[in-house]
Every structure is written in structure tokens, then in C-alpha cells.
């Protein structure tokens, strides 16, 4: 009987032993802050603000590498494992890969984890707005073929840059009027008796941005995504006296403007991005004029309900208003004139740990002018549709990496001259511009310091 007691109080002792010291592998399982409640994966390590504010030395998230005091790591019984997954608050998200301790710090090495990993439930919710203010402006750097370039130009509330896209140049500028931001891109081309001018302005206001994000048993159920107040006016022009043959003739996708938030421990970030394409068929002594405008504004996005993808837009959004054009063709006789300008701006892209889940939503212009004969024909179209990219690896769903899906179908505004050449299908008009995402940088454009 005695034995049996002692026997009983050895093993009492070693159960509270070890129960004391297992605070190393404890892990903190629950987060409940606004933007998000969510329960942690078990093999999920959770670095809080203070622990970030203490022990964090070095963060490198794009490329996955952390550094840590030893010594703080070591009071606060934290264990870095490999093949654990470490969220650190407000900054990145990985799958440790290797760890290293040297000189008193403690090398960390990740790879990519989806979210859904990291977390076994969340409901992860946020609404924000954000407005063009100056400090705002004054952040802008033009993010174009991985390098960042500050305004050739900053002041009174407006920031420009210099722009070369082969043989054009010209500017891209943001412009703050009140609680509006105007985006201006100018191209031009002058090569002996031929010139050439493009231009785009679009005047669009706050910022908005909501989304849901829902997390069940590691496995994402909703992703929701819109712009509640997309809107504004824009407008383009083009002319040509000669030019010549150009095919590809723009910028972009060019990053003026980023907004960060954080989501509770989530690092976010909405970046707002302008883009052109064209292409130019006016030879000889040929020439090209035309004009158009637009009016929108409402909300558009999408919904994912964990097996298929709904678009999410108002009836605003989907009846821009058409401000009217003109234009004007001539040429040779027997030599066709064809003339194309796209144009998007905001192109709204959304980050979550640096890993881009909406690659764009944006609402896109055209203006198309042509002149072709037998009989002769010109015809004047305005165009105007929104699209969306979708890249759900992020949250774990590889299937959902869409390049182009359409949230409202393009709409058309044609007008022909003389009238009874409308049912002629314009020759030149049947190799369409387009904002591809699949060409998602000009190669030949480049931005001068």
C-alpha cells in the first residue's frame, strides 16, 4: 500500500513537470480581433505584435526569410520547427523550412502555406475606404518591370512621370481635384511629316473595398470581393497624320498608388494600377481623328461559394453612360485606315501576405476608328466592359486561377458613315485590341528617371 502511494506521487510529479515545461510547444490557438475570428491549425505557430515588437530582427517576406533574438525566443519558449507553419502578426505568412541559430540570432527559412492551412476556421471580414490625399500622393512610386520609379515631377498635388514605349513618349500623371484623382497618359510620336497623339483622363473618386473571406475545417468556402463606389469619367482622343504600322503601342500595367491595412494579424493591401493598349494602320498620307467618352459608376465584383464563381455587380455599373464621339478618316483611295485605343483605370489589384488573390478588377475603354472601301466605309465604336482575374492559390484552391472573368460583357456604340455602309463588316476591325492579362507588361515600354 505504501508503494502503491509513493508509485502514485512520482508519477503526479513527473505529470506536473511536464506540464510546466510544455509551454514551449503550447501555441496560442485562437485570434478574435476586428476583421477576423479564427481558430489555428495545430501545427500552426502564432508570433503576437509584442513578440514581433521584441524578437523579430530581420523580415524579408517576399523571399520568405525571418531573423529572431535567441535570447527572447528562448525566455518567451518559443520553438521554430521545421515543417511548421509560422504566421508572424502583420508581416508573413510560410512554412518553415529551415532553422539555423548563429551569432544570436535565429535564421528562418519558409515556403509558400496557403491560408487555409495556416488557419482551421475564420471569418475573416473587412470594409474599407480609402481617399487621395496628399500624403497619399506623396507615397506614389510607378511600379513597372520590377523596378520602382519615384515622379520625374511632385508638386501642388500632382505627380508625373516620363514615359517611352518604343517610338512614343509622353507622361502618366495623377492629379488630386477635392476628394477626386485624376489619371492622365499621353502618348505622342513624331517621326518627319508623320504625328501621332493618344491620350486617356480618368476621374474617379474614393477608393472602396469589401471582402469576405470564410474558412471551415481547412478547406476555404467563400471568397466574396467588390468595389461598392466604382466610378467616374473618362475620356480618350486619338489622332494620326501618317504613323505608319504599330501594334502594341501602350503602358502598363503601371502601380501608382498602394493603400495597406491590416486585417488583425493579416498584412493586406489594395493597389491601384492604370494600363493602355493600342494599335495604329494609318500609312501614307492618311490620316485619323476620334473621340469618346464615358460615364460610370456603381458596384462590381464577384462570389465564390466554394464550387463555382457569380459576379456581383448593381445595374449602375452596368449602364455606363455614353458621352457621344466623333471622329474623322481619310485616305488614298483603296488604302485602309484603322486606328485603336484601350484604356483602364482604377485596375484594382488585391494582396494578403504579399501573395496577389485578385490580380484586377477594373472597368475597361475602347475607342476604334476605321476606314475601308468597296464601298467605302467609316465607322466610329465606343466600347466599355469590367473583368476580373482570379488567383485562389493563396487560399488553397489551385482550380481558381482564372485569367479573365467577365463581371459585366462588353457594350458597344457604333456609328458609320456614309449610314448604309453599317452592315459592311469593317475590314480592319477584325484584329480586335485588347487588355489581355495574359500580356501583362509592354516589353517595350519603359519609364525615364
Known amino acids: 500500500m505504501q508503494k502503491g502511494v509513493k508509485f502514485v506521487i512520482v508519477l503526479l510529479v513527473i505529470f506536473l513537470t511536464a506540464c510546466s515545461s510544455s509551454t514551449s510547444t503550447e501555441k496560442e490557438q485562437e485570434i478574435s480581433v476586428e476583421g477576423i475570428k479564427a481558430e489555428l491549425g495545430s501545427e500552426t505557430l502564432f508570433i503576437a505584435d509584442e513578440v514581433v515588437e521584441s524578437a523579430l530582427t530581420h523580415a524579408d517576406p517576399e523571399n520568405g526569410n525571418y531573423s529572431f533574438s535567441a535570447n527572447v525566443l528562448k525566455e518567451g519558449k518559443i520553438d521554430l520547427i521545421p515543417g511548421e507553419i509560422i504566421l508572424i502578426s502583420g508581416v508573413g505568412l510560410g512554412r518553415i523550412s529551415s532553422v539555423q541559430e548563429e551569432n544570436g540570432q535565429v535564421n528562418v527559412k519558409t515556403e509558400f502555406a496557403a491560408l487555409n492551412e495556416a488557419f482551421k476556421n475564420a471569418d475573416i471580414e473587412w470594409n474599407q475606404e480609402f481617399e487621395f490625399t496628399n500624403e497619399v500622393l506623396e507615397q506614389a512610386v510607378v511600379e513597372f518591370h520590377g523596378k520602382q520609379f519615384y515622379p520625374n515631377t ?19 500623371s495623377i492629379e488630386l481635384k477635392g476628394e477626386n484623382a485624376v489619371i492622365f497618359v499621353g502618348l505622342k510620336k513624331s517621326e518627319g511629316n508623320s504625328n501621332v497623339l493618344f491620350k486617356a483622363e480618368s476621374t474617379i473618386g474614393k477608393v472602396s473595398n469589401y471582402a469576405k473571406i470564410e474558412i471551415s475545417d481547412h478547406v476555404t468556402r467563400t471568397v466574396e470581393f ?39 494579424p493579416i498584412p493586406a493591401m489594395v493597389v491601384v494600377k492604370v494600363r493602355t493598349i493600342g494599335s495604329l494602320n494609318v500609312q501614307g498620307n492618311a490620316s485619323a481623328v476620334a473621340k469618346t467618352g464615358f460615364s460610370y459608376g456603381g458596384s462590381a465584383g464577384f462570389r465564390f461559394n466554394g464550387k463555382e464563381i457569380t459576379t456581383d455587380f448593381n445595374e449602375a455599373i452596368a449602364n455606363p453612360v455614353h458621352e457621344g464621339g466623333a471622329g474623322d478618316l481619310a485616305a488614298l483611295i483603296g488604302l485602309n485606315v484603322n486606328a485603336q485605343w484601350g484604356f483602364t483605370a482604377p485596375e484594382i489589384e488585391l494582396q494578403m501576405f504579399g501573395n496577389t488573390v485578385v490580380p484586377y478588377l477594373r472597368p475597361e475603354f475602347y475607342l476604334r476608328a476605321n476606314l475601308s472601301w468597296g464601298p467605302v466605309c467609316q465607322s466610329l465604336k465606343a466600347e466599355y466592359e469590367v473583368n476580373v482575374g482570379l488567383d485562389f492559390r493563396f487560399f488553397g484552391i489551385g482550380s481558381m486561377n482564372i485569367a479573365k472573368h467577365p463581371v459585366i460583357p462588353a457594350r458597344e456604340w457604333e456609328a458609320f458613315s456614309p449610314e448604309n455602309c453599317a452592315n459592311k463588316i469593317a475590314e480592319g476591325l477584325s484584329n480586335l485590341v485588347k487588355l489581355e492579362p495574359t500580356l501583362p507588361e509592354v516589353q517595350n515600354s519603359v519609364l525615364i528617371q
Open 226 to 264: 467588390k468595389n461598392p463606389s466604382l466610378g467616374g469619367r473618362v475620356d480618350l482622343e486619338l489622332a494620326a497624320a501618317g504613323g505608319g504600322l504599330d501594334q502594341d503601342i501602350g503602358i502598363g500595367p503601371l502601380t501608382m498608388l498602394k493603400f495597406p491595412m491590416n486585417i488583425g
Open 154 to 172: 511632385l508638386a501642388d498635388g500632382k505627380a508625373e512621370w516620363k514615359i517611352k514605349s518604343g517610338p512614343y513618349e509622353g507622361v502618366a
